[in-house]
């Protein structure tokens, strides 16, 4: 069973601060990966993806992989109140399964 | 209309009850997904078309029935559902099967009574 795994939080963070959401996974073959935001009642949003090791950098957001490690994080910079949502983890499950798994997710709540 | 839409958002149905849900992409891609997405839970793959073949099923109760008819469209057909089954079911697309990043729909909240 490939798994993702998440802190389910509540992740809180003051304004401003930085905020880092981790995830591992099982699946050593697993070549690409994403991150989704997803506000209360709403749908997942695709954010970031990533599918070298080091660092992917957008704005304020910079995706990071470790693929020895089988570790992937997310990482917030100068967290906003409008960033405060669950974060969810989502790894392609290799070979020719063609499927995403995606973690449980992370609540993160930025606080002015 | 623009992304991916989804009809209807919110949905109340007995357990007798035969009900449809409704998806369409405008972003011209070729494979599409159901997931159910329940409270604590990861999100859940219930099937997977790709240029409007069926790829998955991942184990999903007969209950639920999807239809292709192009890439566009896709339905989940729902009969004698069970109160486990209420839910958000989201609908997403991508390029093409093999196309790992998605986008996903609003979702349909469904209560089963």
Not at chain 1, 11 to 24: H, R, W
Not at chain 2, 12 to 31: D, I, R, Y
Not at chain 2, 52 to 60: A, F, L, Y
Request: proline letters at 5%.
């Amino acid at each position: 069973q490939k798994e993702v795994e998440q802190n389910s939080g509540p992740l809180s963070v003051p304004e401003g601060a930085i905020a880092s959401l981790n995830c591992t996974y099982s699946d050593r073959v697993s070549q690409s990966f994403f991150w989704y935001r997803q506000y209360s009642g709403k749908s997942p949003e695709l954010i970031m993806s990533i599918y070298s090791n080091g660092d992917k950098e957008d704005g304020r957001f910079t995706a990071q992989l470790n693929k020895a490690s089988q570790y992937v994080s997310l990482l917030i910079r100068d967290s906003q109140p409008s960033d405060s949502a669950t974060y969810l983890c989502a790894v392609e499950s290799g070979g020719s399964n063609y499927k995403l798994t995606f973690g449980k997710g992370t609540l993160l709540t930025v606080n002015p | 209309e623009t992304g991916v839409t989804q009809t209807p958002r919110h949905l109340v149905m007995g357990m007798t009850n035969k009900k449809s849900l409704k998806c369409e992409q405008h972003l011209g891609h070729n494979a599409m997904y159901w997931y159910k997405q329940s409270a604590k839970k990861p999100l859940e793959l219930m099937f997977v078309y790709n240029f409007k073949e069926q790829t998955e099923n991942n184990s999903v109760p007969s209950r639920f029935s999807p239809e292709c008819p192009n890439s566009s469209h896709l339905f989940l057909h729902l009969h004698t559902l069970q109160p486990e089954d209420s839910a958000l079911y989201l609908c997403a697309s991508s390029q093409d099967r093999s196309t790992y990043e998605q986008y996903f729909g609003p979702g349909t909240r469904l209560t089963v009574t």
